[in-house]
């Protein structure tokens, strides 16, 4: 007798395969048989008729680093589909630190994301997996270890190069934490700090560890080809392999260049260079309001930025104007949480909040940051939706989310998050079956088998006899997204089931109370 039977679903096993109808017979936590009609019983059986049976998502891109220690339930990502997530990317994760450091990186990380506030005690990875194995959790995680975090943790968070002693200790930190990767976030200070040769070293230790070395480029606007060039240049004389996130055009002058960015890409491949990347499905992107802010504000943490924004002068004003009319503009900039200081603003866009004020954009992007004391997010509608449709349509480019774990309750979440938080996975197969992107196996192959082999997964991201039974099970027809960016905290359309290590955890979109999930290091996925 199995523990659990899928039977008469369409399996979607992962690997670009043809569909075919089959049950799918699992067994302490794994696949035991994939066959067209299984005859043996089972304690529970699913009925899969007319649904599609794939492997469970795997968001490659996210910052849910603190949902496995969150005292609510974080669910977003399950009513997605997801059973696994990346967390600590674009370098912004909550470790490494020291006693005498945590302070100051809880501060610079809670500051850079947009979630429920939460305390952070844990100074190592190994802490984290203790403390959050021990909580327990619906879906698998593992972590990438942030630049910012390392750098600040040794080194502050000053805008000048590591002394030969400071970045030996960065080497010696990061050959002790680092687990599948590591991260940078080249626009995010003080990640934005370092220079090539910092990096050229922290990616050889990157590459003995055969880890991945994920990168929030430089710049996704103007110059978005020298970005990415500096980074491939990275990845060819370290060896690693070069993971550039939500790859994007993110400035009008450059909409309709996207194939000129994977022509890019595919000729570093044909040179040797490892290089894979993700994408959000979304043509705008969300981060904080502080990105609008020049790197060498941010020069000594967030209390000196906060005293350069209380009294500009006139080269950060230009600065600032600068970046969001590379962005769009301000009536292209969304205010979407103010984590309460300013709730009447959600929702609205910088040039609206202007008029209200009777002030120009960059005086009111001043005034948001004083008032807000520099904790508010945006969303940035500053690409085009032919680029992002031209990249989704690659096989070869995973689908991630660049997003965090929500809880649907609006007593905890309690302002607009970005859509991408609530329908990414739903909205990458919307967008394939609508717009005839690519079949659905190839859409659902960029969701787990890509993604799986990307980050060396040999137990996850297929359905096959032996592997670890993570599984979706989605409604073809009808999957999609429900919210939008005026109301995003939605669940969406089309997921029934999802079951993580052979239980359980979502039925017809209601969480069953099991958690089977874990954090997971390198050699356990």
């Given at each position: 007798m199995y523990d659990l039977i899928i039977r008469n679903g369409m399996v979607v096993d992962g690997t670009r395969a043809p569909a075919y109808?089959?049950?799918?017979?699992?067994?302490?936590?794994?696949?035991?048989?994939?066959?067209?009609?299984?005859?043996?019983?089972?304690?529970?059986?699913?009925?899969?008729?007319?649904?599609?049976v794939s492997p469970g998502f795997i968001d490659i891109h996210t910052h849910s680093d603190l949902a496995p220690l969150s005292p609510f339930d974080p669910e977003s990502k399950t009513n997605q589909g997801v059973t696994?997530?990346?967390?600590?990317?674009?370098?912004?994760?909550?470790?490494?630190?020291?006693?005498?450091?945590?302070?100051?990186?809880?501060?610079?990380?809670?500051?850079?994301?947009?979630?429920?506030?939460?305390?952070?005690?844990?100074?190592?990875?190994?802490?984290?997996i203790r403390q959050a194995n021990a909580h327990r959790n619906i879906a698998n995680y593992g972590m990438l270890i942030g630049h910012s975090a390392l750098r600040g943790c040794v080194m502050g968070f000053d805008n000048r190069p590591p002394t030969p002693e400071e970045l030996s200790a960065m080497e010696k930190r990061l050959d002790e934490e680092l687990s599948i990767g590591m991260s940078l976030g080249l626009i995010y200070p003080p990640s934005a700090f370092a220079e090539t040769g910092e990096l050229d070293a922290l990616a050889r230790i990157v590459r003995k560890h055969n880890g991945f070395l994920a990168v929030h480029i430089r710049n996704e606007g103007p110059r978005v080809f020298e970005s990415v060039e500096e980074m491939l240049g990275v990845a060819e004389r370290s060896g690693v392999h070069l993971q550039i996130s939500h790859l994007k055009i993110?400035?009008?002058?450059?909409?309709?260049?996207?194939?000129?960015?994977?022509?890019?890409?595919?000729?570093?491949?044909?040179?040797?260079?490892?290089?894979?990347?993700?994408?959000?499905?979304?043509?705008?992107?969300?981060?904080?309001?502080?990105?609008?802010?020049?790197?060498?504000?941010?020069?000594?943490?967030?209390?000196?930025?906060?005293?350069?924004?209380?009294?500009?002068?006139?080269?950060?004003?230009?600065?600032?104007?600068?970046?969001?009319?590379s962005r769009g503009g301000a009536d292209r900039v969304m205010i979407s949480s103010t984590h309460g200081a300013e709730p009447a603003w959600e929702g609205k866009m910088v040039s609206d909040i202007a008029v209200q004020l009777g002030q120009d954009p960059v005086d009111t992007v001043l005034t948001i940051l004083q008032r807000c004391h520099a904790n508010v997010h945006c969303n940035y509608f500053s690409q085009s939706e032919a680029d992002m449709e031209n990249i989704l349509s690659r096989t070869d480019i995973a689908v991630a989310s660049d997003g965090y774990n929500y809880s649907y309750d609006r007593s905890i979440t309690v302002d607009t998050p970005h859509p991408r938080n609530f329908s990414t996975f739903p909205h990458a197969l919307e967008l394939a079956r609508e717009k005839k992107l690519m079949p659905m196996e190839n859409i659902v192959y960029k969701m787990t088998g890509l993604p799986a082999s990307m980050m060396g997964m040999n137990e996850r991201g297929i359905l096959a006899v032996g592997k670890v039974a993570d599984v979706t099970i989605f409604d073809w027809a009808r999957v999609g997204q429900a919210g939008d960016y005026q109301n995003s905290v939605q669940r969406p359309h089309g997921i029934e089931y999802v079951i993580v290590s052979g239980e359980k955890v979502l039925d017809h979109g209601k969480l069953t109370g099991a958690r089977p999930g874990t954090i997971l290091r390198h050699n356990q996925c």
């Open positions: 109808q089959a049950d799918v017979c699992i067994q302490n936590g794994r696949i035991a048989e994939i066959t067209a009609q299984c005859g043996a019983e089972a304690k529970e059986v699913i009925d899969a008729a007319g649904k599609v696994f997530e990346l967390t600590g990317n674009c370098g912004i994760s909550p470790l490494p630190s020291t006693p005498e450091t945590r302070a100051a990186i809880t501060e610079y990380y809670l500051s850079n994301l947009q979630y429920p506030p939460m305390d952070i005690t844990v100074n190592t990875l190994d802490e984290y993110m400035t009008k002058s450059l909409w309709g260049h996207s194939q000129r960015l994977l022509d890019m890409i595919d000729a570093a491949r044909e040179r040797g260079i490892h290089v894979t990347c993700d994408q959000y499905p979304f043509f705008a992107s969300s981060t904080g309001m502080t990105a609008l802010v020049p790197k060498w504000a941010h020069a000594g943490g967030l209390h000196p930025m906060l005293a350069r924004i209380d009294k500009p002068e006139q080269k950060l004003r230009d600065d600032i104007a600068c970046e969001m009319e």
